[in-house]
């Protein structure tokens, strides 16, 4: 028999864990959608120099892979005027005096990685009027035009269509023009083989044109990493290129290496360099960029599924992805309790810390979740604090337990009312943490209260309820693992490890760590007659 439980016990352990190794290393597939962090929070300030009774800057735009939502211009005593054309957004703040004061824009800003594949080959002779402006040159020295000539003859074939003949001069841009941001000009990048982002850009602008491309120069910050995030580092303007490729615009940059793509850490403020260039020039303004990740916590879900569904396999006709997005959340939720139960064993059998039973951690780690865990801890605290008064002012009444469990219930909704009148009085008080689910939690664990105060007293009840209390702060500190909560989801079959590793627990006949403390006076004593005896 107990080889038996050796052989069940082992298989419950290893075969998810083998699962695991299957799915990532044979099917390929990660063990939890990719994150997918790309909301900001996005502050703009800008200042004129000079004495100026009006001015512009660029702000975003929605538009591929960004959407700017909650827009907010601070513009006090002066006018703001947006100009949108159908690419980019000037911002124009005025007034009848100079404007001395820095005005400021802010927005969410959710940026999405753009990529096209695949682009089909382009033979377009002609443009609508709209993009006659991208096609224009800009002029040159005419030994910077000999050496962009010189340069296409011994890149270009001549016969390629507009898709490659802008690959190859992506290529050359990318590949033979060192990064150097002292050089600024075309004359010198030219003769030298070096340039700034902005210079690269720029030869790639004119040589896209001057072979009947549509080329733009377009304006964009690249965000923070965490740690420019913690030290507060102010961004900067960066530059690449869009071209129109097969009726859109496509991506371009020979700065960073990107063909036909553009990462989510890049925001667009404006898509045509040109029509700006005087306007965020450091001598004409003074700017302040600043962008924060928003505190979501999202999983590219979606195409975690098609991954999933795409390799044909056992795993994807028992994937939870299938499910509806209300049972997915329920899920989500409901299977960590198993893990709560892992922790509540080790802390019950092997620690020997004391709680209320079983469910009872549980409930009030849920509660923790249902509301938050500030509230939640004080609210809890607060009853309890009620309850253990209430019951020595009703022991008077000699009222038997059910109507005592009545009243207690009645109180606690009383607190709740007092709560709610409360927060309607003071804004910065939330009522989002009320509904029907904390109360029966709450009153619940008063009845397990009340029953143990009246049993075995006050000292061993606070004892339990503080044990109870770290063991639900504990389960409720994988809530706040949303890594952990979606491994669980995305591989469900980790429950059986879970049950295997409580059997071991539940195996374990050997004393609680807590029990060495509680009787180390005893086991001294042992160990000195044992001494004494030889």
């Known amino acids: 028999m107990r080889k038996l439980i050796i052989f069940i016990t082992a298989l419950l352990i290893l075969t998810p864990l083998g699962m695991l190794v299957y799915k990532s290393q044979v099917l390929d597939l990660s063990l939890i959608p990719q994150m997918v962090d790309d909301v900001w929070n996005v502050h ?98 005419p030994e910077d035009v000999a050496a962009i000539e010189l340069l296409e003859g011994a890149i270009l074939e001549g016969t390629e269509d ?20 002292a050089i600024k000009t075309i004359h010198e990048t030219l ?80 898509r045509n360099y040109e029509e700006v260039e005087k306007i965020i020039s450091k001598k004409a ?11 979501i916590n999202r999983y590219n879900k979606a195409e975690f599924k098609k991954a999933v569904l795409k390799t044909d396999s056992i795993f994807s006709r028992f994937s939870l992805y299938r499910l509806p997005l209300p049972l997915q959340t329920m899920f989500t939720t409901i299977l960590l309790i198993p893990v709560g139960t892992l922790v509540l064993c080790l802390a019950r059998n092997i620690i020997g810390i004391p709680t209320f039973g079983m469910f009872t951690p549980i409930l009030l780690t849920l509660f923790f979740k249902e509301t938050s865990f500030g509230f939640g801890l004080l609210f809890f605290m607060v009853v309890v604090l009620i309850g253990i008064g209430q019951r020595y002012v009703l022991d008077k009444f000699y009222l038997l337990a059910v109507p005592r469990m009545s009243i207690i219930l009645t109180f606690v909704i009383m607190l709740m009312i007092v709560y709610s009148l409360t927060a309607a ?26 029953i143990m105060l009246t049993e075995e007293g006050l000292l061993n009840t606070l004892k339990t309820l503080v044990g109870t209390l770290v063991i ?43 029990e060495f403390i509680r009787f180390r006076d005893l086991v001294r004593q042992k160990k000195k007659l044992a001494g004494e005896s030889k």
Do not use: C
């Open 425 to 450: 009085d003071l804004t910065s008080i939330s009522q989002k943490h009320l509904a029907f689910f904390p109360i029966v939690i709450v009153t619940t664990n008063i009845e397990r209260l009340s």
């Open 44 to 141: 703009m300030s800008m200042k004129p120099k000079g004495d100026l009774t009006a001015f512009s800057f660029p702000i975003p735009k929605s538009g591929p892979g960004i959407k700017v939502s909650d827009e907010k211009v601070r513009s006090k005593d002066f006018l703001v005027f947006m100009d949108a054309n159908s690419d980019s957004k000037l911002a124009t703040w005025s007034s009848k005096e100079f404007i001395k004061r820095r005005v400021s824009f802010s927005a969410r800003i959710d940026l999405k990685p753009l990529m096209y594949k695949n682009i089909p080959k382009d033979f377009t002779e002609s443009y609508p009027k709209g993009l006659e402006v991208y096609l224009e040159v800009p002029k040159l020295l």
């Open 191 to 270: 003769n030298s083989g070096k340039g700034s982002p902005l210079i690269k850009a720029k030869l790639f602008n004119i040589m896209a044109r001057r072979k009947g491309v549509p080329s733009r120069i377009v304006v964009m910050v690249r965000m923070p990493d965490s740690k420019q995030q913690k030290e507060k580092t102010k961004l900067r303007f960066t530059f690449a290129n869009e071209v129109f490729l097969s009726n859109r615009w496509v991506p371009i940059d020979t700065n960073r290496g990107y063909f036909a793509e553009r990462p989510d850490n890049f925001m667009v403020v404006h």
């Open 472 to 514: 639900a702060i504990l389960g409720f500190s994988l809530y706040s693992i949303p890594e952990l909560e979606m491994f669980m989801f995305t591989n469900p079959e980790l429950l059986f490890t879970i049950v295997g590793l409580l059997i071991l627990i539940g195996k374990y006949k050997g004393y609680r760590l807590s």
């Open 162 to 181: 507009k898709t490659s003949l802008v690959r190859k001069i992506y290529y050359y841009v990318e590949e033979e023009i060192q990064r150097n941001t």
């Open 285 to 295: 303004v003074s700017y302040s960029i600043q962008a924060e990740r928003a505190r």
